[in-house]
């Protein structure tokens, strides 16, 4: 990968240049609404602004730890499967006579605790990278819902269970009030505290960190288990939104997941990047979404077109990348072994000679 | 650069607040039907029938299919066509509960809701409109078996995934049937799934085969399933000792009743479903139809039609009793669908 | 490092340290019995057996010649898949497309032979893998030349292939009677009375033992693997390398995918969703690392055996399908642990030995 010949970028852009990126996406986002309302006499009403994120916020919550995950320098596919298990478990515990509440307490223990056995793996393993950690984890997960539900539905929650992804304060949908609250707790949480900070360094250079004295597991872990209590947010809102679930729920969350936060300029090289980008990239992903729907877009194609977005975003950003951190070297090439692939020690995504 | 961007967005949305109105016409006004998933060429000729009846009576049809067969999926297109204020929405569910939520958002709008092939809970629908009589089919395909097991021996059933609600009731019907004192000879073994997936499919028919060596009939009541087995059956020679039937698409089941490891099976026209959904949701946005038991409509060229009361409690339609498809007719079928 | 003494198996799976050493005669014998990965291959072979007599005792039928003649054909097609998800995974990248390009390549070549009953068989083939190596080239350039990571690269690619075999077939699938028995008997046919699939299955895997173990571009991909830098360092082409990797990986799919459509009789918008996690698996379970640089033919054969037995086993002994998700995924994780742990005591093995 890229590599860099100091961590401290003399060049970083200032002021308002460093948000290129985010510019980019918000130009792109009134691009799109103003294609889709073109497109569509429906598209530009209030309503299609306040309600139809409720349609996707239920992911949003993956994209803020997401974002750690990737600056971290890992990869995490397994978040859905987490939010089919937790929400599985969740809707048979309560039919088994849990009250909901109680329930509802679970799921995010549940979750919680999926989080922190991939993050156990990952620590204890750590020639392993967190793909395959997560690929294994995202079968086992799914895997035991499957024997819990096998191909049955579980649901008929009490009716203000539906609060949660349908309802209202006042004119805001509920799950936004609850999406903008997380954002900023975990805007304060990668940007200014000491461990937003760790994670900017581990995902930097890992090697150097533990060298440092810098616990890198225990971030990990706790990135972890972020991630798997976030997935249980996920949950309670998504089978809120459904009012039952089923084993299969949350198929193919990651693959969405992780555009919005690849879109969102998180570099997948890890070690930069900020909450800003991902958190437009959600609504711009999300109405783009709705207003190709709007025109009865076949799936077909927007199956496409999401595989495009991925590819292109990150081969923006890899291009926008290149030329600030050219080595002073001749050769294009990395001269110099680079400090994230000891040999010996596994492959994260960095390792990767890719 | 900034100034740039800036002057950009401004115009873009001052278009943007201009134009639309004045650039839509009057339109008809639309019917929607949401499939179970794409690529699927039972849903598409579903909505082709859809898509005819609709536009025969003058009005504009839109097709829509998840790629995924999931519930979030098809919630994300009900809102889409909430929003498009469609007249109604015909759905063939993924799921039994978990659409209700966004389908009474729907009904709560004024759009008229009902459910097609795969239903959806009778709370959330206004009727349903069904195939065949599901007791029929589990009535038929038992008869059959029996009439080629020669009156008795082992059976098995290859069912897909009950990821919708018409597979388990057709297999409880004919556990049911299989219950009558006229088939006391005929022994169910096995009920296998084979997900709807060729490969599972596959290894599920092999091992019935393997496990039950005096098996006699495999009642397969799903088009992915009937195919495997048929393959399997073909492949292994087994024509004649072991016999298939089900419910198939003539495409992929007029190779093995040709060869007559099939002997026949069932199916109905999708089409027809497709087209009789037209013409349902057609008479409840007129008002003709309140979606209650004993209301009658005409439903064009396949005749008129009356609303009888559903197992779960709520009401459907029935297109008819199932179609036979054996050696005489294959060739005409197979390139329908 | 790896152990110099590695080098006597003949095998040695880290290419850049075989070349140096010589034979020691009297640690030969200490040899074989350390090799951990003779262990591993080992521990795989015990595993199998165990479990085929498991299975045997909950039914009889499950030893007889004429189901595994079933679970060998019904494996072939993995196992042609893991040869090249083994060459990808040995470069540390990972390919989450191939069930795509799969069901792409079998479309194409279904729709072209429904509509052209005459064609040869083989034209079908080559026509198959050439759809899979245009997608496998695409992965390639992305991955190798424009930097863009593995799991990305073949996750947008899956979707986009996916999406493309939906609107080439519009919906509709291509069933048997529209393929001619030629298609049909590329799968189910026999020569010299052995099922065609097999004896595919066993060319490819002669071809690609020379070649992996053989030839010198063979052992490049083991060295790019390994450390990558280095490699680069010692004046390998590491992107061509990576390029070839995902090509062949993209051909094999594409074969693969013919393959699997003429077995079927049926070809599909939603063929083989999901079954990349499946090569995965079996190649991982074969002792491929996922760290790179590690990996053996006779590791991934034994891989897709096993995962052969257990997917086709299940439906024999009565194990609900609905565990069959859970089981699999268990056993990938129980397999990569035991790789690391394996390898860590290999290392220490090695450590112990050197002499200072």
């Given amino acids: 990968m890229t590599e860099k010949t100091s961590t401290i970028d003399v060049n970083k852009p200032r002021g308002l240049r460093q948000y290129q990126w985010e510019i980019f996406l918000v130009v792109l986002f009134l691009a799109v609404n103003v294609v889709n309302s073109f497109?569509?006499?429906?598209?530009?009403?209030?309503?299609?602004?306040?309600?139809?994120?409720?349609?996707f916020l239920d992911k949003a919550f993956l994209v803020l730890p997401m974002t750690m995950i990737i600056i971290l320098g890992n990869i995490d596919v397994s978040v859905g499967s987490i939010v089919a298990l937790t929400s599985v478990l969740m809707a048979v515990s309560y039919n088994a006579g849990l009250p909901m509440p109680l329930a509802m307490v679970l799921a995010l223990v549940i979750s919680t605790t999926c989080g922190l056995i991939n993050g156990f793996l990952q620590i204890k393993f750590r020639e392993l990278s967190a793909t395959i950690i997560t690929l294994s984890t995202m079968t086992v997960y799914r895997g035991i819902a499957y024997v819990i539900l096998e191909d049955r539905s579980a649901g008929r929650f009490p009716s203000w269970f539906s609060f949660l992804a349908w309802g209202y304060i006042g004119k805001v949908p509920f799950i936004l009030i609850v999406f903008v609250l997380a954002a900023i707790v975990f805007a304060i949480l990668l940007h200014t505290t000491r461990f937003g900070r760790m994670v900017f360094a581990v995902g930097n250079n890992k090697t150097a960190c533990e060298y440092s004295g810098i616990r890198t597991r225990r971030i990990i872990l706790g990135v972890s288990v972020i991630t798997g209590l976030m997935a249980g947010f996920t949950s309670l809102f998504l089978t809120s939104r459904m009012g039952s679930t089923r084993p299969n729920v949350a198929l193919g969350y990651e693959l969405d997941v992780i555009a919005m936060t690849v879109l969102g300029g998180i570099s997948t090289s890890g070690g930069k990047g900020r909450i800003t980008g991902p958190l437009i990239s959600i609504f711009l992903i999300g109405f783009l979404n709705y207003g190709l729907g709007l025109r009865n877009v076949s799936a077909q194609v927007l199956l496409i077109i999401l595989g495009f977005l991925l590819i292109l975003s990150v081969l923006v950003q890899n291009f926008t990348d290149r030329p600030r951190q050219k080595a002073p070297s001749k050769s294009g090439k990395s001269a110099a072994p680079t400090h994230r692939s000891d040999a010996g020690s596994g492959s994260d995504i960095h390792g990767n000679s890719a | 650069m900034k100034k740039t961007f800036t002057v950009v967005a401004l115009v873009l949305i001052a278009l943007a607040l201009v134009m639309p109105a004045s650039v839509f016409a009057a339109e008809k006004a639309k019917y929607a039907i949401v499939f179970k998933n794409t690529g699927n060429p039972y849903g598409e000729k579903q909505m082709e029938g859809f898509k005819n009846g609709i536009e025969e009576q003058g009005f504009e049809a839109i097709l829509r299919a998840p790629d995924l067969p999931t519930a979030e999926a098809?919630?994300?297109?009900?809102?889409?066509?909430?929003?498009?204020?469609?007249?109604?929405?015909?759905?063939?569910?993924n799921d039994y509960d978990a659409l209700v939520p966004v389908l009474k958002k729907a009904t709560a709008q004024g759009i008229k809701v009902f459910s097609l092939d795969s239903s959806v809970n009778s709370q959330a629908r206004l009727t349903h409109v069904n195939q065949a009589d599901s007791e029929k089919i589990g009535q038929t395909l038992i008869k059959a078996a029996y009439d080629m097991a020669g009156g008795k021996g082992e059976i098995a059933i290859l069912s897909a995934t009950s990821q919708a609600s018409n597979q388990n009731i057709w297999i409880d019907f004919m556990k049911k049937e299989l219950a009558k004192p006229e088939?006391?000879?005929?022994?169910?073994?096995?009920?296998?799934?084979?997900?709807?997936?060729?490969?599972?499919?596959?290894?599920?028919?092999?091992g019935l085969l393997r496990s039950y060596p005096n098996l006699k009939v495999i009642i397969a009541p799903t088009t992915v399933g009937i195919a495997a087995a048929g393959k399997v059956l073909t492949d292994k020679g087994l024509k004649g000792k072991v016999m298939l039937t089900g419910l198939g698409l003539p495409s992929e089941m007029a190779e093995y009743i040709e060869n007559g490891v099939c002997p026949y099976m069932f199916l109905w026209n999708p089409i027809d479903v497709g087209y009789l959904g037209a013409y349902t949701g057609v008479a409840l946005v007129t008002g003709k139809i309140k979606g209650a038991v004993g209301d009658k409509f005409s439903a064009g060229r396949l005749g008129n039609y009356t609303i009888t009361k559903a197992p779960d409690g709520g009401t459907e339609v029935l297109l008819g009793p199932p179609f036979k498809f054996d050696k005489s007719n294959i060739n005409d079928w197979k390139k329908v669908y | 490092m790896q152990s110099q003494d590695k080098m006597q198996t003949g095998q040695s799976a880290d290419g850049l340290t075989k070349a140096a050493s010589r034979?020691?005669?009297?640690?030969?014998?200490?040899?074989?019995?350390?090799?951990?990965?003779?262990?591993?291959?080992?521990?795989?072979?015990?595993?199998?057996?165990?479990?085929?007599v498991t299975f045997q005792i909950r039914n009889p039928k499950f030893l007889s010649l004429a189901n595994i003649k079933d679970m060998l054909a019904n494996t072939a097609i993995l196992s042609i898949l893991t040869v090249g998800m083994m060459m990808v995974i040995i470069t540390r990248g990972i390919d989450l497309s191939i069930g795509s390009t799969m069901a792409l390549a079998g479309m194409i070549t279904s729709l072209t032979v429904s509509a052209n009953p005459g064609i040869s068989p083989f034209l079908s083939l080559a026509q198959g893998m050439a759809v899979g190596l245009a997608a496998g080239l695409t992965i390639g350039v992305l991955v190798a030349y424009f930097k863009i990571l593995p799991i990305i690269a073949t996750l947008g690619l899956m979707n986009i292939l996916r999406g493309m075999t939906y609107l080439i077939s519009k919906g509709k699938w291509v069933s048997a009677y529209q393929m001619s028995t030629g298609f049909k008997n590329l799968s189910t046919g026999t020569t010299f009375g052995i099922n065609n699939l097999i004896i595919f299955a066993v060319a490819i895997y002669i071809i690609y033992a020379y070649f992996i173990n053989q030839t010198k571009t063979g052992r490049y991909i083991?060295?790019?693997?390994?450390?990558?830098?280095?490699?680069?360092?010692i004046g390998i082409k590491r992107r061509r390398i990576i390029l070839l990797v995902y090509a062949l990986m993209g051909l094999l799919a594409g074969l693969a995918g013919v393959l699997w459509v003429s077995k079927f009789a049926s070809a599909q918008g939603d063929t083989a969703v999901g079954y990349e996690l499946n090569v995965i698996a079996a190649t991982v379970l074969g002792g491929v690392s996922v760290a790179g640089g590690r990996g053996k033919v006779s590791g991934i054969l034994l891989g897709s055996i096993l995962f052969g037995i257990l997917a086709n086993a299940l439906p024999l002994i009565n194990i609900s399908p609905f565990w069959q998700q859970f089981i699999q995924g268990l056993v990938i994780l129980a397999a990569i642990i035991s790789n690391v742990l394996l390898q860590r005591r290999n290392d220490r093995l090695a450590l112990k030995k050197r002499v200072i």
Avoid: H
């Fill in chain 1, 39 to 55: 497109l569509s006499p429906y598209y530009l009403t209030l309503d299609t602004f306040v309600s139809t994120p409720m349609n």
């Fill in chain 2, 74 to 93: 098809q919630i994300q297109i009900i809102e889409q066509l909430i929003a498009q204020k469609v007249a109604a929405i015909c759905i063939v569910g």
């Fill in chain 2, 183 to 206: 088939y006391k000879n005929l022994k169910l073994v096995k009920v296998a799934y084979g997900d709807d997936l060729r490969d599972k499919s596959v290894s599920e028919t092999e």
């Fill in chain 3, 23 to 52: 034979p020691d005669a009297s640690s030969r014998a200490e040899t074989l019995v350390r090799n951990t990965e003779t262990y591993r291959e080992l521990g795989l072979a015990i595993f199998i057996i165990i479990l085929s």
């Fill in chain 3, 222 to 233: 083991y060295a790019v693997g390994s450390s990558p830098d280095t490699a680069e360092l």
